[in-house]
Nanobody, 116 residues
Framework: QVQLVESGGGLVQAGGSLRLSCAAS????????MGWYRQPPGKQRELVAT???????NYADSVKGRFTISRDNAKNTVYLQMYSLKPEDTAVYYC??????????WGQGTQVTVDS
């Protein structure tokens, strides 16, 4: 089992920044990729960014150049630094961890609200 706990969400003005954190615990040695997804109000959950154990990153086109995903392996934590936030970035942000077997774990989510 893997437990994921997100933190760092909140209310921010358009153009502002936030940093989300996701602390992983449990059977973390089985994790190969971690990432962030988001679910805007009334919409489906969508990919934001992922990072592999080797550090390879992948971003949704909508956040490229504004968001940065990183990981601190010593702290078993993944971060999502968000700059130049827009109202359309408003969503519940979920941390995700994928095992080598393909099984996926989810965090409980953290709300990000960008006020115009």
């Amino acid at each position: 089992q893997v437990q994921l706990v997100e933190s760092g969400g909140g209310l921010v003005q358009a153009g502002g920044s936030l940093r989300l954190s996701c602390a992983a615990s449990g059977d973390i040695f089985s994790i190969t990729v971690m990432g962030w997804y988001r679910q805007p109000p009334g919409k489906q959950r969508e990919l934001v960014a992922t990072i592999s154990n080797g550090g390879t990153t992948n971003y949704a086109d909508s956040v490229k150049g504004r968001f940065t995903i990183s990981r601190d392996n010593a702290k078993n934590t993944v971060y999502l630094q968000m700059y130049s936030l827009k109202p359309e970035d408003t969503a519940v942000y979920y941390c995700n961890a994928k095992r080598f077997s393909g099984y996926v774990y989810w965090g409980q989510g953290t709300q990000v609200t960008v006020d115009s």
